[in-house]
Each structure stands twice: as C-alpha cells, then as structure tokens.
C-alpha cells in the first residue's frame, strides 16, 4: 500500500520562509492527486488551508501558498507567525473516491 | 451555516462494533456533498477512513474496507459509522465532516469537535 510521506517535524523563525513537502512512498507526486493540506491545533478539528494543489481555503491568509515542487506537494509558509506553530496535513487523492492523509508535521515557530 | 455534532458510546468492548452518528444542521445532506469521517489516534495522525452520498455511493478506505459501513438517514439529517470487531488499535478521536469538490479535488470544509471512542473491555 502506497504510504503517504511528510517531514515529523520542522521549525521556523518567526518571520521566515517555510516548505513542508508531501510526498509518496512509491511515486512522484503530481496535480492529478489533487493535493490538499489542513492545519490542526491540539483538542481542535482540522481546518482547510490549501486544496487542489494551490487554492487557498476560504479565510486563509494569502502568506500560506501551495505547489508542486519536484515529486512531492509543498505547502509554503511565507513570513511565518506564532499562530501558525500546530500541525499540518497533508492528503493525496488516490482515485476510486478514496483519499489517504499523509504522517502530519508538526510545526513549531521559534 | 452548516453544523456537524458526532455522538455514540465512549466505550466499546474488544471485538464488539463501534456505533456512531453524525448529526448535521444548517444543511440538508440530500442536497448534495459528501458526508466523511476521519479519526485520529492519541497522539497519531489523522487517518481517512471513508464518505458516503445520500443516494448511496460510499468509498472506503483500504485498510478498513472490510469493517466499515458509512450510511446516511436524510429522514433525520444524519450519517453513521459502523466499524466492527474493534480493538485497542480502534481507540480514537472520531470526527464526522462534510466533503466538496469534485473529480478528485475534494476537501473537509465542515467538521464536527470529533468523539473519543475508547476500546476496552
């Protein structure tokens, strides 16, 4: 079965650039699996930040972008804040109507 | 706005199935959408585990194909997870959530605060 890979961990300076990746165990990762990524804090439901590859969720500040760079979706944070330290997700479409979430990294902005 | 509450027994038993029930207000679920649920082991990722339409189409993921079923009731607004022969493996926070998209681009835009089920005899 097809593992969906992101980095466990990654820190940032507040006011910096930052990109989490989300890859494949076997395989590139293209727009065909429709990359969408969620944030989540501790005792919170995810929220939507990015679907589709690049559209940014509803509400979402415009310093939060996505990509594809590589073999692998790249969720970017550009002039990082403090509230922006949780837990991001990412999920690959893997067709059939079925959609596997990726291990998560947890973000800390310090 | 659309509004997900999640209930169902905090306890089941080793081997025993796992209920619960996704109440959704502000929204008719036989309007359209997809209705899905994700859990979420202490301390684990977040782990998809399938969605349903209310006119029947269900996906489910591989890994627990064989003993889940997602339905939806839109006589009374609700969608529900049966998994069976659970184990402590099963021990987690469960959230409901709606679905949008189409053809693959499909996101969570509505979910609920999510329910601890714990597996334990």
């Known amino acids: 079965q097809t593992v969906v890979t992101q980095e466990p961990s990654f820190s940032v300076s507040p006011g910096g650039t930052v990109t989490l990746t989300c890859g494949l165990s076997?395989?590139?990762?293209?727009?065909?699996?429709?990359p969408t990524w969620y944030q989540q804090t501790p005792g919170q439901a995810p929220r939507t930040v990015i679907y589709?590859?690049?559209t940014r969720s509803s509400g979402v500040p415009d310093r939060f972008s996505g990509s594809i760079l590589g073999n692998k979706a790249a969720l970017t944070i550009t002039g990082a804040q403090a509230d922006d330290e949780s837990d991001y997700y990412c999920?690959?479409?893997?067709?059939?109507?079925?959609?596997?979430f990726g291990g998560g990294t947890k973000l800390t902005v310090l | 706005q659309v509004q997900l509450q999640e209930s169902g027994p905090g306890l089941v038993k080793p081997s025993e199935t796992l209920s619960l029930t996704c109440t959704v207000s502000?929204?008719?679920?036989?309007?359209?959408?997809?209705w899905g649920w994700i859990r979420q082991s202490p301390g684990k990722g977040l782990e998809w585990i399938g969605t349903?339409?209310?006119?029947?189409?269900?996906y489910y993921s591989s890994s627990l194909k064989s003993r889940v079923t997602i339905s939806a009731d839109t006589s009374k607004n609700q969608f529900s997870l049966k998994l069976t022969s659970v184990t402590a493996a099963d021990t987690a926070v469960y959230y409901c959530?709606?679905?949008?998209?189409?053809?693959?681009?499909?996101?969570?835009?509505?979910w609920g605060q999510g329910t601890l089920v714990t597996v334990s005899s």
């Open positions: 959530a709606r679905r949008r998209g189409s053809t693959g681009a499909y996101w969570f835009d509505a």
């Open positions: 502000g929204y008719s679920i036989s309007s359209g959408y997809f």
């Open positions: 349903t339409h209310y006119s029947g189409g269900t």
């Open positions: 076997s395989g590139s990762v293209s727009s065909d699996y429709y």
């Open positions: 589709s590859t690049n």
């Open positions: 999920v690959l479409y893997m067709g059939s109507g079925i959609s596997v």
